[in-house]
């Protein structure tokens, strides 16, 4: 039987007494459950910023420093902080992961929202990095699309979807709408997923549902929420301190880095949010292409089996050690947030085999 929540307003109101019955939440509840809030408002932040910037988007000069500090007034602002916001997102994101493997919300079928939401994130992410129109980033492109290649017709749909034979800014306008188009949709994918784990009632750190203890998530969650706000603004100005190594992390000089032709360039890759991809594409194209989808496959698996802690801290030290191996050049925070990040997928590896 279900414990009522008392309060004037959902006595008053039919569909506000439907939307808090379906937004309940524990009091007990951890910081961990606040990481949601986290990433939704930065996610915010993204597409405020977003919009901002693709108002001056220019496909010869795209995302260069110069075009932005000089050409236009106060533009660099928008730009630093989108650019802090995509790593503070992804810290939260891979946070909340982990948080859903060690607690076991994934089993129910919020799961599913959850995985469309991180591969649309890997997705604009990667769009986006392309943007910057650099060496770096005309070496993603070129990573990504050639994955088509893999299949029937691949050189054909290649074809279409860059315009040309080659690389080169035809394809710049094309990637511009996709990352904007797919930013303006994840929210509504966010809702849904908001929405499924309240009606699911999400378990807690306990392992007891929301409603045995029922609160209202609006005045109970939201003002936990709150209290991250200040963290987001702690990243922020902790972003554009250039001698931080979170500004080291967000600016990579591989994007706009220009191979000099007096000296032999040093290894580069991609961002640490999609290090393990990159890993699977360092051998063969196919090869990453198999790996991420069971990456995704593996989700799926419901089998809980608390002896795979042993496969789980193997599985982190393998990878860890061909992810170093793969890309060199890692920088200590790189490595650091890849140890965070090998330590989501490797649980989605062994949780649920």
């Excluded at 919009?51 to 500090?69: D, G, H, R, V």
């Excluded at 995509?86 to 919020?110: P, V």
């Excluded at 050639?146 to 290649?158: A, K, M, V, Y």
Aim: with cysteine; hydrophobic share 45%.
């Amino acid at each position: 039987m279900k414990r009522k929540i008392h309060n004037p307003t959902r006595r008053k109101h039919t569909q506000t007494k439907k939307k808090t019955n379906l937004f309940s939440c524990n009091n007990s509840l951890l910081w961990t459950w606040n990481l949601g809030f986290l990433c939704g408002t930065i996610l915010t932040i993204q597409i405020i910023t977003g919009i901002a910037l693709s108002m001056k988007y220019e496909t010869t000069t795209a995302f260069q420093n110069i075009n932005i500090q000089e050409k236009y007034s106060n533009l660099w602002i928008p730009r630093r902080i989108h650019s802090i916001g995509t790593t503070t997102y992804f810290i939260g994101l891979y946070l909340h992961i982990i948080r859903s493997h060690i607690h076991q919300n994934m089993k129910n079928s919020s799961g599913w929202s959850g995985i469309i939401i991180f591969i649309l994130s890997l997705v604009i992410a990667l769009l986006g990095y392309s943007l910057s129109n650099g060496n770096m980033a005309f070496w993603a492109l070129t990573v990504m699309t050639s994955l088509f290649t893999n299949l029937p017709e691949g050189d054909f749909i290649l074809s279409i979807i860059t315009g040309n034979y080659e690389i080169n800014n035809t394809i710049l306008p094309r990637i511009l709408t996709v990352h904007f188009l797919l930013g303006i949709t994840l929210p509504i994918i966010v809702y849904w997923h908001t929405s499924e784990v309240h009606k699911n009632e999400s378990n807690t750190d306990l392992g007891t549902r929301g409603v045995l203890t029922g609160k209202d998530f609006i005045n109970t969650g939201i003002q936990k929420d709150i209290l991250f706000i200040p963290i987001i603004g702690y990243f922020i100005i902790w972003g554009f301190q250039e001698e931080s190594k979170l500004h080291k992390l967000i600016e990579d000089n591989n994007t706009n880095d220009w191979i000099q032709k007096n000296r032999t360039p040093e290894p580069i890759g991609p961002e640490w949010y999609v290090l393990p991809f990159f890993i699977g594409l360092k051998t063969t194209n196919l090869i990453g292409l198999i790996i991420g989808i069971i990456f995704i496959l593996l989700n799926i698996n419901k089998n809980i089996k608390r002896w795979n802690i042993i496969t789980y801290w193997l599985c982190f030290f393998i990878l860890g050690d061909l992810a170093l191996e793969a890309h060199e050049s890692l920088l200590e925070p790189r490595v650091i947030l890849f140890t965070v990040m090998m330590l989501t997928l490797s649980g989605t590896l062994l949780t649920y085999s």
